[in-house]
């Protein structure tokens, strides 16, 4: 059963505009959020994180909410350019256990900026 | 450029093969993973080390044993492998027990055909 789960395969947005890409987690005891960013034969680059005690993290373009009682969290990207199109995966961890089981990944989301 | 190198970058290998996927870091990290991401699935931990030592096996068959030398270098030998283990294997590095959050940078990954 996946903890993490990136519902939209893919996500077509003009440039210029919002992106929104959501995520879901199922666990509980998650209380780290990481999303990380994926061109073609490269690895994953760590993008924006947020802690559980916050429900907003913002980094210049891209700001991650998180609603703790849903257990949803989203990236905003605002304003969308060409080079941000990438997949990207939604992460968590459970820092209380020292992060002993690594990162738990979504399936990630195809972000396509349109000109 | 992440600080986390593997090579190779590429292996085909047939199922009677032995080799050796390397990766190594020079971020001062005491913590290695591998990860394995197949086409349409999240990606999965396989090992987590730890100040060289394994903390965690995620159910991994035996035809994949990893090393972990020093805090620096990671291998992954595999034997015998079957087709469906043709993936992009994925490491990554983390300073683990800390506070501000488990971190992970990945390297370029090494996309594994076995034919």
Redesign the interface.
């Known amino acids: 059963d996946?903890q993490?789960k990136q519902n939209s395969p893919s996500l077509s947005v003009q440039e210029g505009r919002i992106s929104i890409l959501n995520c879901d987690y199922t666990n509980s005891m998650f209380d780290?959020f990481?999303w990380?960013k994926k061109y073609p034969?490269?690895?994953?680059?760590?993008l924006i994180?947020i802690?559980s005690i916050k429900d907003k993290n913002e980094d210049g373009r891209f700001t991650v909410f998180l609603n703790k009682s849903a257990k949803h969290l989203s990236l905003h990207i605002v304003p969308s350019q060409p080079g941000d199109s990438a997949v990207y995966?939604c992460?968590a961890?459970e820092?209380s256990g020292?992060?002993?089981?690594?990162?738990?990944?979504?399936?990630?989301t195809h972000l396509i900026i349109q000109p | 450029e992440t600080g986390v190198t593997q090579t190779p970058r590429h292996l085909v290998m047939g199922m009677t093969n032995k080799k050796s996927l390397k990766c190594e870091q020079h971020l001062g990290h005491n913590a290695m993973y591998w990860y394995k991401q197949s086409a349409k699935k999240p990606l999965e931990l396989m090992f987590v080390y730890s100040l060289e030592e394994r903390v965690e096996n995620n159910s991994v068959p035996s035809r994949f044993s990893p090393e972990c030398p020093n805090s620096s270098h990671l291998f992954l030998h595999l034997h015998t492998l079957q087709p469906e283990d043709s993936a992009l294997y994925l490491c990554a590095s983390s300073q683990r027990l800390t506070t501000v959050g488990l971190k992970a940078f990945f390297g370029q990954g090494t996309r594994l055909t076995v034919v």
Do not use: C, H, M, R
Request: aromatic share 18%; proline share 4%.
């Open positions: 996946q993490v780290y990481l990380y034969a490269e690895g994953p680059t760590f994180s802690s995966f992460a961890s820092e020292g992060g002993a089981d690594g990162l738990t990944f979504g399936k990630g």
